[in-house]
């Protein structure tokens, strides 16, 4: 049953009762995991469902992108990715299909767990006939998890198109043979194999692509950024932990440097929060790949920051320490290097080439 909550989020979410509440979902987790370092695959698996279930039950309550509340949904995927980012990878997903339904004006949407695939490649592109899709579907994260999939397409005019797929169908197969990653290794991210297997295109008369063309395409990429950040934040914690209990110089050093990186991305996370709230229609594309590329970064220093700090002890006697450090280092790698810089250099030159020197300046 879902929990009765108040709607209108307060400033401080941390002490809001969705906040407690989903703090109290996350300690069950770690309390099961971390009394059971050893826990088995499947056992672990079975307790990332048993939370994800939960979780999902909460999503009406979550603030959707640019209503007013970014900064708060963001704390709720920062804390969720705090405890596992296996977890959070699966309702993230399910966030972002929800928040892409409703920006479309998708009003009957079908109860359960939902994800959103739109990696594309492959010798075999999904092919949609208004009725029925044929072809297959690369990078579908949790496939094995979700009860339905909002699957990107290209149309006979290459425009990004949306299909809403239900999983439980013979036409649909998941293959997840090949994911062999030591990070990120619940995520089991599979291969679609789909043979004439019934979807709805979600339709759009505003836009030729509905995928790519919404500004939350972009505000939707903003919430994956706090996922990294709410991973790296959890590790800086460790090493502060570590700190308090035994002070030591060489601590101090790398705590002030680790402190120093989050300090920053966490107010321009503020930032490009009240930017979106106040400019809802736009997509930010400019802000938030900055903010993402400045996630990355911090996250980053963090992982070697922390680990120089703290040693080998924690990657091989703290399971959470060990996993999300794990995990971590393979979920960062969504971003895209080098592409992304090129696109921000780009876009900087088209929207801001006329500031005439004011650009940068305070």
Known sequence: MT?????????????SDLGKLIIAILQDFRRTVDTSPKLSDAAYVTQLKQTLSQLVLLSAQIALPADGHTLQRWQVLAQVAACDL?????????LDALAILAELGVDDIAEGIWAVWAAEGGD?????????????????????????????????????????????????????SGWYAV?????ATATL?????????????????????????WQGAAGVAACWYGAA????QFL??????????????????????????????HQVAQLIDSEPSQSHALPIRILRAQVETTAMLVLEKVGKALG??????????ARLSADLSVFIRQTHGAFDSEAIGKLTAQQLGDSQGALWQL
């Open 312 to 321: 080998a002890t924690p990657y091989c006697k703290n399971a959470h320490f």
């Open 124 to 176: 075999n592109p999904l092919r949609f006939d208004g009725e029925t899709c044929t072809g297959q579907k690369l990078w579908c994260s949790g496939a094995t998890f979700v009860d339905h999939g909002l699957v990107s397409f290209r149309d006979a005019h290459n425009n990004a198109q949306l299909l809403m797929l239900a999983m439980k169908q013979p036409q649909v197969t998941i293959d997840d």
């Open 3 to 15: 929990p009765v909550l108040d709607h209108a989020l307060p400033t401080d979410y941390h002490q």
């Open 86 to 94: 296996n977890l959070v990878k699966f309702f993230e997903s399910h």
């Open 240 to 269: 502060l932990d570590s700190y308090q209990q035994k002070p030591q110089a060489f601590k101090a050093l790398y705590l002030g440097e680790v402190s120093q990186a989050l300090s920053v991305t966490q107010a321009y996370f």
């Open 233 to 236: 934040a959890q590790l800086a």
């Open 183 to 187: 990070g990120m290794p619940y995520t």
């Open 193 to 217: 194999h789909l043979k004439g297997a019934n979807a709805t295109q979600v339709m759009s008369n505003a836009i030729s692509s509905p995928y790519l063309d919404r500004p939350g395409f």
